[in-house]
């Protein structure tokens, strides 16, 4: 008989917390109490798995958030930790925890999501809506479930035909709008307004004006793939002509930018877009002042104006983005770094460039997104909307 005592809970807190201190570059210090306290032996040895895998420290960082808050929910609507694999029944009540129609609530105060469930997530700054959730996230958490009962070699049921009626239901009843990453786009005229508000002679100036123009020129690439630019990423290629029609004409300087791991592309990828005229001789102007010939290109610069060796967080990108959104007098609520993105194509569809042509260089995986922007401008560009004026 094994007569040896269980360990006690805060033991088993502070074991989790230093497993968690091999991930400190993927999630944030001041959350790894947070994850020790609420997730389980098996949860942070599955993360610690697939950080040795290789997986993406973007992907990681959602799995591990989002591994965060269903085991949360699991303990405030159940009293219990996840199990694994999920039983249908948990599936179809986290949808009808999270997607539910607010007039129903109105008279039904069972409906939804239940006061002490919203309480407990609450108070842990889980939960910042009180009302129903917006369907991506719902979705994105399913595809994060499912993704981790996978790693533990085990099958879920998050393809039941029980569970995609409840989500299709649920996403009827919750009549929540669409929302946009950034409301709006930075278009060609809004990049110039904030390049313009960048010209100045200071080290700053000279990285955000760097930043901005990369971003949008080389597909409008998220905040995620700035940030982790390096210079290693960096391919000098042979002038290109500044007219396609007359290759002997004037010459412009070209750049590629290998992309390795991102949302949509592998490690182990070729994938490239290009820099070619103004942006290449802006980064490489930011690049020879700052004296980066090595690691991250885009990084952080003290209230002194000296250089940092850090690179620049995704967070930072957006905070860039946005404080040069307001010094050029927008409101910078209507905009983010993934304005950028959405920018790029909204300007391509613009200028009549053809979408296949403008995805490979934004590298969009799916052609129903890339082309709402598209039609999007099409459609206020065109006749429809013009009948009676």
């Not at 991250?296 to 690179?311: H, M, P, Q, S, T």
């Not at 613009?350 to 709402?372: K, T």
């Amino acid at each position: 008989m094994d007569l040896r005592l269980p360990k006690p809970a805060s033991d088993q807190k502070l074991r989790r917390a230093e497993a968690l201190d091999a991930l400190e570059s993927v999630l944030p210090f001041d959350r790894r109490d947070f994850l020790a306290d609420i997730l389980t032996d098996d949860d942070v040895e599955t993360l610690r798995h697939l950080a040795k895998e290789g997986i993406g420290e973007n992907s990681l960082r959602a799995l591990a958030s989002d591994l965060g808050y269903l085991e949360a929910w699991s303990l405030a609507a159940t009293g219990f930790s996840l199990p694994w694999p999920a039983p249908d029944a948990l599936l179809i009540k986290f949808v009808a925890h999270h997607l539910w129609d607010p007039a129903k609530r109105e008279t039904d105060v069972s409906h939804g999501m239940p006061e002490e469930v919203a309480a407990a997530l609450k108070a842990q700054c889980l939960l910042r809506v009180d009302g129903p959730h917006a369907p991506n996230t719902v979705r994105r958490r399913l595809s994060s479930w499912s993704t981790l009962t996978g790693w533990r070699g085990l099958k879920g049921k998050f393809n039941a035909p029980g569970l995609r009626s409840a989500i299709k239901l649920a996403v009827r009843a919750s009549a929540r709008p669409r929302g946009r990453k950034s409301k709006k786009a930075v278009t060609a005229d809004i990049l110039a307004a904030l390049l313009n508000i960048c010209a100045g002679d200071r080290l700053v100036d000279a990285r955000d004006r760097a930043l901005l123009i990369t971003a949008f020129a080389s597909g409008g690439r998220r905040r995620s793939e700035v940030s982790a630019l390096r210079v290693e990423q960096l391919v000098e290629e042979d002038p290109v002509p500044a007219d396609p029609k007359n290759p002997d004409g004037e010459k412009l300087p070209c750049l590629s930018i290998r992309l390795g791991r991102t949302k949509t592309t592998q490690a182990d990828g070729d994938a490239f877009v290009l820099l070619v005229g103004r942006p290449v001789t802006v980064l490489q102007s930011w690049l020879e002042r700052a004296g980066i010939t090595e690691g991250a290109v885009f990084r952080g610069i003290d209230r002194w104006g000296n250089l940092e060796k850090r690179a620049l967080t995704p967070q930072a990108v957006n905070l860039i983005l946005k404080r040069r959104v307001a010094e050029a007098g927008f409101d910078r609520k209507n905009f983010s770094a993934h304005g950028l993105r959405s920018g790029y194509l909204t300007e391509a569809a613009r200028r009549g460039i053809p979408l296949p042509e403008a995805m490979q260089q934004s590298q969009h995986r799916s052609v129903q997104q890339a082309s709402n922007f598209y039609n999007d401008a099409e459609r206020t560009l065109g006749r429809a909307a013009r009948l009676i004026v």
